[in-house]
């Protein structure tokens, strides 16, 4: 069983800069690839980036250039660093990992981008 906890969010001014952070524990933990999720309100959950066990990263168009993804595979811990926010980065953001055959998710960090 791996569990995920993600810390990082907040309010944030437009054009401002956060960082999230997924941190996994559990047994024997070897991670495959992270994910980052996002859920805006009344939309369905969205694909953010996604980080190999290798490093290669790669991301929603919407985010692309101001969003950056990197882990620390020691720390089994992914990190979102987002910058240059805009009220429509405004959601629930989610991490998800792959473990052997199995994905897990994290419990989700809201980010609040005020205009």
């Known amino acids: 069983q791996v569990q995920l906890v993600e810390s990082g969010g907040g309010l944030v001014q437009a054009g401002g800069s956060l960082r999230l952070s997924c941190a996994a524990s559990g047994r024997d933990v070897n991670i495959n690839t992270m994910y980052w999720y996002r859920q805006a309100p009344g939309k369905q959950r969205e694909l953010v980036a996604v980080?190999?066990?290798?490093?290669?990263?790669d991301y929603a168009d919407s985010v692309k250039g101001r969003f950056t993804s990197s882990r620390d595979n020691a720390k089994n811990t992914v990190y979102l660093q987002m910058n240059s926010l805009k009220p429509e980065d405004t959601a629930v953001y989610y991490c998800?990992?792959?473990?052997?055959?199995?994905?897990?998710w994290g419990q989700g960090t809201q980010v609040t981008v005020s205009s």
């Open positions: 998800r990992v792959l473990v052997g055959l199995y994905y897990y």
């Open positions: 980080v190999t066990s290798g490093g290669v990263t």
